[in-house]
């Protein structure tokens, strides 16, 4: 059955942007931009008026800015909001996923550059996932009450080391788990988030300033520390090696053939193979299956796995690929991990996997 094109609203002060966004998704026969607008004001009406499936968003415009006008939008028509932002304004795009944005990407360069095919390709890909994303979730996350109080029970069982691997709505999912804890638990956290090159670096700044961990962008040769948390670098891939028979981190430049970087499953195989059953492996929203082969390699590695549950998963793909493939031994809400990756995730939490499976999840995951 043929499906209705996903109807975009353009807004971007700049001329040049707005054309080459426009350029960009009229690539797609799957997209129809239905307006474009200079200007919060504009893009409010243009909003409003038409029936929109996706807006990109500048956020220094004048009249009214792209903060403003995702308030106002997000309280009046709640619609995916995907911040497109220089990278000078890296700290203003988390400022914007905190009141609502789904997701972001680099703004593209006046001058010709071999990367203006690769946000191409990613902003038509990012596009075209937003029928999976559910809005609702979105809305839940900002009218969420504040989180319990942060954990600070003994660790039982806690796993020396947890790889996360996140995408669309990874952000705020990464904030609020991290931001559980009162102190940093006795493990290393490795964290790969599909996210632009330039990016991962303020990003873990953010997590590092607001949160109990000491967290940092990965590098090669760093070592994984108890209460740390190293962040993958956008455009590249966190691996692991072993020097003197000590892991430490091997950053691996992307290729033009990978379809993520960093890559989720690259990072959980990698790390698999040197922590075994001392692995922790979370798969929070996403879209696509990166993390899946992660996934399966850790359980054959005898680690955990833990999948995010539909309950609040901003996009269900790459968590619902795990359990599908039966590589989940837990599928828990949002909330509920931080708990998780305190108590060691007991063995019994395998049979709740198979008594109450995610909605178009076979029963018996095994």
């Not at 638990?185 to 953010?206: D, E, L, Y």
């Not at 430049?253 to 979370?282: C, E, F, N, Q």
């Not at 708990?339 to 008594?355: F, M, N, Q």
Request: charged residues 25%; glycine residues 8%; hydrophobic residues 45%.
């Amino acid at each position: 059955m043929r499906r209705d094109p996903i109807r975009v609203l353009v807004i971007d002060d700049s001329a040049f942007t707005r054309r080459t966004l426009i350029r960009m998704l009229d690539a797609s026969p799957l997209i129809e931009v239905v307006a474009w607008a200079r200007d919060g004001e504009e893009a409010l009406r243009a909003a409003l008026e038409n029936d929109i499936d996706l807006i990109t968003l500048d956020l220094e415009m004048p009249r009214m800015d792209g903060f403003t006008f995702l308030r106002i939008i997000m309280a009046k028509k709640p619609t995916p909001v995907m911040v497109i932002s220089g990278r000078s304004g890296d700290q203003e795009v988390f400022r914007a996923l905190d009141l609502g944005a789904v997701d972001f990407l680099a703004k593209p360069s006046l001058r010709a550059t071999p990367e203006l095919k690769n946000i191409e390709q990613e902003l038509i890909r990012k596009v075209h996932a937003i029928r999976e994303l559910r809005i609702d979730k979105v809305q839940e996350r900002l009218g969420a009450p504040p989180p319990p109080a942060p954990l600070r029970m003994a660790p039982a069982g806690v796993p020396r080391v947890v790889g996360i691997g996140s995408s669309t709505g990874g952000p705020a999912a990464l904030m609020r788990i991290f931001g559980a804890f009162a102190e940093a638990p006795p493990c290393a956290f490795i964290v790969s988030q599909h996210m632009p090159k330039g990016f991962t670096r303020s990003f873990a700044a953010r997590l590092d300033r607001l949160t109990a961990f000491s967290a940092r962008e990965a590098e090669t040769g760093a070592l994984l520390e108890k209460g740390t948390i190293l962040v993958a670098p956008g455009g590249s891939h966190l691996e692991l090696e072993s020097q003197a028979g000590v892991p430490q981190v091997r950053v691996v430049p992307a290729t033009a053939a990978d379809k993520y970087a960093p890559a989720v499953d690259r990072m959980l195989i990698s790390a698999a193979k040197h922590y075994g059953p001392d692995l922790l492996a979370i798969v929070l929203t996403g879209m696509g299956d990166d993390g899946r082969l992660g996934a399966e390699a850790v359980r054959e590695a005898g680690g955990r796995v833990i999948a995010e549950s539909e309950q609040t998963a901003v996009i269900f793909g790459m968590p619902q690929q795990v359990i599908r493939a039966g590589a989940a031994d837990a599928v828990l809400p949002l909330g509920e991990i931080p708990a998780a990756i305190h108590s060691g995730l007991p063995t019994a939490t395998r049979a709740a996997v198979e008594a109450a499976p995610a909605s178009g999840v076979p029963r018996n995951p095994s």
